[in-house]
């Protein structure tokens, strides 16, 4: 398994503030896809500063508080997943896994109680 993308994640039902948090300090948003499911719609802010650090911003309505996570691009959903599991990783409460044409993800938390969004895009 290839990690391609490692930033923090900021999941929240209310995203508006803490992107503009982010813009006062000095991070601008790449991109905001609306991500639908089926079962949810998940609005995902990419932002990026003068440095090059990222930050991913997600809305998510059923969350039952803000979580702050990782955010771990791979080339393998399965054995990113598998070795999370090993390692006594959940599903996050209230999140679905993703499972789309184009990407698999799944919002993974640690016994300890940190998280993990696994993401693995589809390419064609």
Request: net charge negative; glycine share 4%; proline share 4%.
């Amino acid at each position: 398994m290839k990690i391609t993308t490692f930033n923090p994640l900021i999941v929240s039902q209310d995203s508006d503030e803490i992107i503009a948090l982010f813009e006062e300090l000095g991070f601008e948003k790449r991109h905001t896809p609306l991500v639908d499911t089926g079962d949810r719609k998940v609005t995902r802010t990419r932002m990026k500063d003068a440095n090059g650090f990222y930050l991913d911003i997600s809305k998510v309505e059923t969350i039952p508080r803000d979580m702050t996570a990782i955010r771990m691009n791979v080339d393998n959903f399965q054995e990113a997943y598998e070795l999370l599991t090993v390692h006594g990783f959940k599903k996050a409460p209230g999140i679905e896994e993703v499972d789309l044409k184009t990407a698999k993800a799944l919002l993974m938390v640690s016994p300890s109680g940190f998280a993990v969004e696994v993401i693995e895009h589809i390419k064609d």
